[in-house]
């Protein structure tokens, strides 16, 4: 089974513009979160989408928005970049219906990099 | 405030060695308590997950325990191998009405030399 994958791997971008970043979750599962993550903040929960729908949403700006399509792939969109943007962005899938048991798999992350 | 601090921020121990990590949490209402690893360059792997009434939960050579009055868990690695080397994560799941959120520690770097 495939594991989950993000694309782009890497990405650099200027302040002011805007980022899509996307993630396809493992075959059958329906959940997809975001985290961001710092050397000085570690890792951050951004949103969790299940069936098309946000789930749970972290401490964010509204700069950080993100969706999921009904094959359950999902993008994350930040606009307006600003430098403390700069972060390794991962993605996780479960399968959502597992309650607290839930396990997250975690695809390789996105690393953007704000000049 | 919900927290999740972890400690030490890092350890170096010899190949063979065994370590104890620890993480304690401020977190409520709590649902859940998992152990991640993440190798350098990598997405972290969950390690052991623990609900409330489990203390003690196993996954080959990692032990994770949890005392919910205290509020503290712990990661036992035994006879450590240079790849144990990576960042070990503790994160806590909270309850919410609409969904759930994590709360993470922010990890103990791990260094196994030979």
């Known amino acids: 089974k495939a594991g989950v994958t993000q694309t782009p791997r890497y990405l650099i971008k200027t302040r002011g513009q805007q980022v899509t970043l996307s993630c396809s979750p493992i075959?059958?599962?329906?959940?997809v979160s975001w985290y961001q993550q710092t050397p000085g903040q570690g890792l951050q929960f951004l949103f969790e989408?299940?069936?098309?729908?946000?789930?749970n949403k972290g401490n964010f700006p509204g700069r950080f928005s993100g969706r999921q399509f009904s094959n359950s792939r999902s993008e994350m969109n930040v606009s307006t970049l600003e430098l403390g943007d700069s972060a390794l962005y991962l993605c996780?899938?479960?399968?959502?219906?597992?309650?607290?048991?839930?396990?997250?798999?975690f695809g390789p992350g996105t690393r953007l990099t704000v000049l | 405030k919900n927290q999740v601090e972890q400690s030490p921020q890092s350890l170096i121990i010899l190949e063979g060695k065994n370590c104890t990590l620890q993480?304690?949490?401020?977190?409520?209402?709590?649902?859940?308590l998992r152990w991640y690893k993440q190798d350098t360059g990598r997405g972290p792997v969950s390690l052991t997950i623990?609900?409330?009434?489990?203390n003690t939960k196993s996954n080959g050579r990692y032990t994770a325990t949890l005392d919910a009055d205290t509020k503290q868990s712990s990661l036992h690695i035994t006879a450590s191998q240079l790849s144990d080397s990576a960042s070990y994560i503790c994160?806590?799941?909270?309850?919410?009405?609409?969904?759930?959120?994590?709360?993470f520690g922010k990890g103990t770097t791990l260094s196994v030399s030979s």
């Open positions: 989408y299940f069936s098309e729908t946000q789930r």
């Open positions: 994160v806590v799941r909270l309850e919410k009405e609409a969904g759930t959120a994590l709360i």
């Open positions: 996780a899938s479960s399968s959502g219906t597992s309650g607290r048991s839930d396990t997250q798999y």
């Open positions: 993480c304690n949490y401020t977190v409520s209402p709590f649902s859940n």
């Open positions: 623990m609900t409330f009434s489990e």
């Open positions: 075959s059958g599962h329906r959940s």
